[in-house]
C-alpha cells in the first residue's frame, strides 16, 4: 500500500458503526442487532457495533473450519508465515498513534498506558515471528532399529475469547501464537471494548492471512462465548478474564475435550522487606497497583511490610498516592484513568463500603470522584486501605479497581506465609537488597510470576500465568506455541529383517 492509502485506512479506524469480521469480510450480524459503546472517561457514546448472533458464529466457525481444512494458512512455509507475522507488526506500527487514541477511547485508560500496551502487541508479533522458526519436532533413535521423529501440527479451530482490561494487548497475546503455530482462529472480545480487535482482524487479512483463519466476533459472552466453547468444530479455548467463568468455560468444554488454556483472576502480593530500597519500592508499589486503573489482573493489591519500616513506607506511599493526577487520558500528566463502567464502578465502592463495615482504615481515597470536564465518566481515587486482617473481603478478593491493601510482617517466614494465604497466585514482587534472600522467598512464593525490585511482569518471551485459581497455561513465551500445537510421533522400522513379532 502506498502511504496515501495506509493513511486512509488508518482514518477509517474511527467510525460510527464497526461490523463483525467473518471469512476476510466485515458484515452485520444476521438479525441487524447492534450494541453501543461508551468512553469510560466521559460516559459518552462512542459507536455502534454489530451484536453477534449463534447464526453469525456459526458462519464464523464453519469459515474457520474450512480455512483450517483446506490446509492453505497451516502447510504455508514457516518463512512465509513469519513474513505475515511481521507485517501484521509494522502495519501496527505505521498506525500506531491512530491505534493508541482507539484504544484510549475505549477503555478511558492514560495515553501512556495505551502506548506501552500497543509497543508489547506489536512486539508480540515480531516475537513469534521469530519463535515460529524454530518451533520444531524432534529426531529420537529407538533401540532395535526404529527411528522415531516428532512433528508439530497446529490444534485446530481455537476460540479466543478477550477481557476488557487490555483489549489490544490480550488479543496480540493469543492471536499471534495462534497464527505463528498455524492455527484459524475466532476472536470474541468483551462487550464493552471491541474496537481495536475489529481493527486487528482486518490489519491481519490486509497483511495476507488467508480469509477465514482470523474471524472476530463481538457480542454476548453467555451467548457467543458459549456457543464457541460447547462447538464440536472448536478445537481449543483460550480464555483470559475472571476465575468463576474460567471455571464454567472448564467445564462447557469438557463435553468435547478441548484443549483449554485459562488465564484467570489475581490477588498479587508484595514483600518489602527492612533493607529494601523504600523509595524505590513505594515508587514502584504504586504503579504496581494503579496502573491501568488497578484493572490487572496481575496487579500488586496486598502490600506487606515489614515492621521496622512500615511507617515510613505508609506516609511515603499515600503521600504519593495523594498526587497522583486523575483526568484527561489523552494528557501525559495524567498517570490513571477512568474505571471501565458504571457497574465495574459500583464493584469498587461496595468493597470499599465492605472494608469500613469490617474495621479497615482508609487511609487514602476511598471515594468516587469527578475531575474537572469529565464529570460523567467512571472515576474512583486511588485508594489505600489499612489496619486490615487476612479474612476480610478487600484481603481475599479481587477488585479490579485502584484499591490496595497495607499490612506489616515481623520476619521472612511470616511474610511468605501471607503472600501464600490466598486462592490465587498468578505474580507477586519482592524488595530487598539481600539477592539470597530475594531469591529464596521468589522460590517459595507460590505464583506463576515473581518480580525481584521491579514491578514489571510481562515482557514477549517472558512466560506469563498462574497458580492456583489464577488459571494454567502459559502465555507470551515460546512455549505458548505448544499450547496451539499437537505433538505427532511417527515410528519407522528401519531394519534388515522382516518384523514377526508372534513368531507365526
Not at 459503546?37 to 474457520?64: H, M, S, W
Not at 479474612?391 to 479481587?398: D, G, L, Q, Y
Request: charged share 20%.
Amino acid at each position: 500500500m502506498t502511504k496515501i492509502q495506509e493513511q486512509e485506512v488508518a482514518q477509517t479506524m474511527k467510525r460510527d458503526f464497526y461490523k463483525l469480521f467473518i471469512n476476510g469480510e466485515q458484515v452485520e450480524s444476521s438479525n441487524g442487532a447492534r450494541t453501543k459503546v461508551y468512553n469510560p472517561a466521559t460516559g459518552e457514546f462512542l459507536a455502534e457495533v454489530a451484536k453477534a448472533t449463534q447464526e453469525d458464529a456459526q458462519r464464523a466457525i464453519e469459515a474457520a473450519r474450512n480455512a483450517f481444512d483446506n490446509g492453505k494458512w497451516k502447510i504455508t512455509p514457516t518463512g512465509k508465515r513469519a513474513r505475515v507475522l511481521n507485517k501484521i507488526a509494522a502495519i501496527m506500527r505505521s498506525r500506531f498513534s491512530e491505534l493508541v487514541e482507539l484504544e484510549v477511547l475505549n477503555t478511558g485508560k492514560t495515553i501512556a498506558a495505551a502506548q506501552a500496551q500497543l509497543n508489547q502487541a506489536v512486539e508480540d508479533f515480531e516475537f513469534y515471528a521469530g519463535a515460529l522458526v524454530s518451533h520444531r519436532g524432534s529426531v529420537n533413535n529407538v533401540p532395535g532399529q526404529f527411528h522415531n521423529y516428532t512433528e508439530k501440527e497446529p490444534v485446530g479451530v481455537c476460540a479466543q475469547i478477550i477481557p476488557w482490561n487490555y483489549p489490544l494487548m490480550m488479543a496480540a497475546w493469543k492471536v499471534a501464537p495462534a497464527l505463528a503455530a498455524g492455527c484459524s482462529v475466532i476472536i470474541k472480545p468483551a462487550s464493552l471494548t471491541p474496537l481495536t480487535a475489529i481493527i486487528l482482524g482486518e490489519i491481519c487479512h490486509e497483511a495476507g492471512v488467508p480469509e477465514g483463519v482470523v474471524n472476530i466476533l463481538p457480542g454476548s459472552g453467555a451467548e457467543i462465548g458459549n456457543y464457541l466453547v460447547e462447538h464440536d468444530l472448536v478445537n481449543k479455548v483460550a480464555f483470559t478474564g475472571s476465575t468463576p467463568i474460567g471455571k464454567d468455560i472448564m467445564a462447557r468444554a469438557s463435553g468435547t475435550l478441548k484443549r483449554v488454556t485459562l488465564e484467570l483472576g489475581g490477588k498479587s502480593p508484595s514483600l518489602i522487606f527492612e533493607d529494601a530500597d523504600i523509595d524505590q519500592a513505594v515508587d514502584c508499589s504504586i504503579y504496581g497497583i494503579y496502573n491501568n486503573t488497578g484493572q490487572s489482573c496481575d496487579a500488586r493489591s496486598r502490600i506487606y511490610i515489614h515492621e521496622d519500616v512500615y511507617d515510613e513506607f505508609v506516609e511515603k506511599f499515600i503521600e504519593k498516592t495523594n498526587r497522583i493526577v486523575l483526568g484527561d487520558p489523552f494528557s501525559k500528566e495524567t498517570h490513571v484513568g477512568a474505571v471501565i463502567d458504571q457497574g465495574q464502578l459500583d464493584t469498587v465502592k461496595e468493597y470499599v463500603q465492605s472494608a469500613i463495615d469490617e474495621g479497615a482504615e482508609i487511609l487514602a481515597g476511598g471515594e468516587q470522584i469527578h475531575p474537572e470536564g469529565f464529570e460523567k465518566g467512571f472515576w474512583y481515587a486511588p485508594t489505600v486501605i489499612g489496619n486490615v486482617t487476612q479474612e476480610m473481603r478487600v484481603v481475599r478478593e479481587e477488585i479490579f479497581g485502584p484499591v490496595v491493601v497495607l499490612s506489616k510482617f515481623s520476619n521472612e517466614k511470616e511474610a511468605i506465609a501471607l503472600a501464600n494465604d490466598s486462592e490465587f497466585g498468578l505474580a507477586s514482587s519482592v524488595w530487598s537488597k539481600d539477592g539470597a534472600r530475594a531469591t529464596r522467598v521468589a522460590n517459595k512464593i507460590q505464583a506463576g510470576i515473581v518480580m525481584i525490585n521491579s514491578p514489571f511482569s510481562a515482557f514477549p518471551g517472558t512466560p506469563f500465568g498462574g497458580y492456583k485459581q489464577s488459571g494454567f497455561g502459559r502465555e507470551l513465551a515460546i512455549e505458548t506455541l505448544d499450547l496451539y500445537s499437537e505433538t505427532k510421533s511417527i515410528m519407522s522400522y528401519y531394519g534388515s529383517r522382516p518384523l514377526n513379532p508372534f513368531g507365526l
